[in-house]
């Protein structure tokens, strides 16, 4: 599970839509089982804060406030934050209740695919290069599109890269942008389930869930490192074609009863 979430976190395939699969095949269900899932994600946001440390250590730097940096930076990531923090936490009972179960995912993943692939088609000529670059019209336009994560299987980096570059931000430059957004949003998820569910948990789980951690940051390490370079010289249609074809496997293995 350490391996899946850190291999999908950061790529346009949806982490939470595959970790909902994956424990489903291994019969890794239930409350505590979610939590996991949660948790690991924090070994996945340590390996983006450790990638981009001189940009994390910028953003603290106050003397500094234009760009992706300081006050101005703090704000930007907080403007693309609100809208899902905001509509996670009045919807999160309904969302776990109704739509995480392999169906739902498949349509995030499919429907998702199809949106990749038409916006690779029609891309709008990028106007915005670099973080620096960025500004809070941007930054909004990222959140509201955030938003759609909520969907299992729809991919919070692919909602915030495909926003991005649907508002003429070049596509190296959405993709990092998601990877910071990732880390307040996932982090406020990871803490927020801990503290309702943490009476679940005993001594015997920490050995565990540790492991995961651990997996998810190395694993998360090498797939930022991989989507990078991949974005220097491809577009995300790969990504697309991938999703649908997952997604379609999934609607006919569910369909015949075999999942």
């Given at each position: 599970m350490g391996l899946v979430e850190g291999a999908t976190e950061f790529i346009p395939v949806s982490s939470t839509g595959h970790l909902i699969l994956a424990g489903h095949l291994l019969g890794f269900e239930g409350e505590k089982a979610a939590?996991?899932?949660?948790?690991?994600?924090?070994?996945?946001?340590?390996?983006?804060v450790l990638f981009?440390?001189?940009?994390?250590?910028?953003?603290?730097?106050?003397?500094?406030?234009e760009g992706?940096?300081?006050?101005?930076?703090?704000?930007?990531?907080a403007i693309t934050s609100l809208p899902a923090l905001l509509l996670g936490f009045v919807g999160q009972k309904f969302i776990k209740e109704n739509l995480?179960?392999?169906?739902?995912v498949a349509i995030g993943l499919g429907v998702g695919g199809i949106v990749i692939l038409i916006v690779e088609r029609f891309l709008p000529k990028p106007q915005t290069f670099?973080?620096?670059?960025?500004?809070?019209?941007?930054?909004?336009?990222?959140?509201?599109?955030?938003?759609l994560a909520l969907w299992p299987g729809t991919s919070r980096s692919a909602a915030t890269i495909v926003g991005g570059m649907l508002f003429k931000i070049?596509?190296?430059?959405?993709?990092?942008?998601?990877?910071?957004?990732?880390?307040?949003?996932?982090?406020?998820?990871?803490?927020?389930?801990?503290?309702?569910s943490y009476k679940l948990f005993s001594a015997s789980d920490i050995p565990i869930f540790l492991l995961g951690f651990l997996v998810a940051f190395i694993s998360s390490w090498f797939a930022i490192k991989f989507f990078i370079s991949l974005l220097g010289k491809f577009t995300l249609v790969p990504f697309g074609w991938y999703r649908i074809v997952v997604a379609g496997i999934i609607l006919a293995l569910v369909a015949t009863g075999n999942f």
């Amino acid at each position: 599970m350490g391996l899946v979430e850190g291999a999908t976190e950061f790529i346009p395939v949806s982490s939470t839509g595959h970790l909902i699969l994956a424990g489903h095949l291994l019969g890794f269900e239930g409350e505590k089982a979610a939590s996991f899932e949660i948790f690991i994600q924090l070994g996945a946001m340590l390996a983006v804060v450790l990638f981009y440390r001189q940009r994390f250590l910028g953003l603290l730097n106050f003397k500094q406030n234009e760009g992706f940096a300081g006050r101005n930076g703090l704000i930007l990531l907080a403007i693309t934050s609100l809208p899902a923090l905001l509509l996670g936490f009045v919807g999160q009972k309904f969302i776990k209740e109704n739509l995480f179960n392999p169906t739902t995912v498949a349509i995030g993943l499919g429907v998702g695919g199809i949106v990749i692939l038409i916006v690779e088609r029609f891309l709008p000529k990028p106007q915005t290069f670099g973080l620096d670059k960025l500004t809070w019209r941007d930054a909004l336009v990222v959140g509201l599109f955030q938003c759609l994560a909520l969907w299992p299987g729809t991919s919070r980096s692919a909602a915030t890269i495909v926003g991005g570059m649907l508002f003429k931000i070049e596509r190296k430059t959405a993709a990092e942008f998601s990877f910071f957004a990732a880390v307040p949003i996932l982090t406020a998820a990871t803490v927020y389930d801990l503290i309702k569910s943490y009476k679940l948990f005993s001594a015997s789980d920490i050995p565990i869930f540790l492991l995961g951690f651990l997996v998810a940051f190395i694993s998360s390490w090498f797939a930022i490192k991989f989507f990078i370079s991949l974005l220097g010289k491809f577009t995300l249609v790969p990504f697309g074609w991938y999703r649908i074809v997952v997604a379609g496997i999934i609607l006919a293995l569910v369909a015949t009863g075999n999942f």
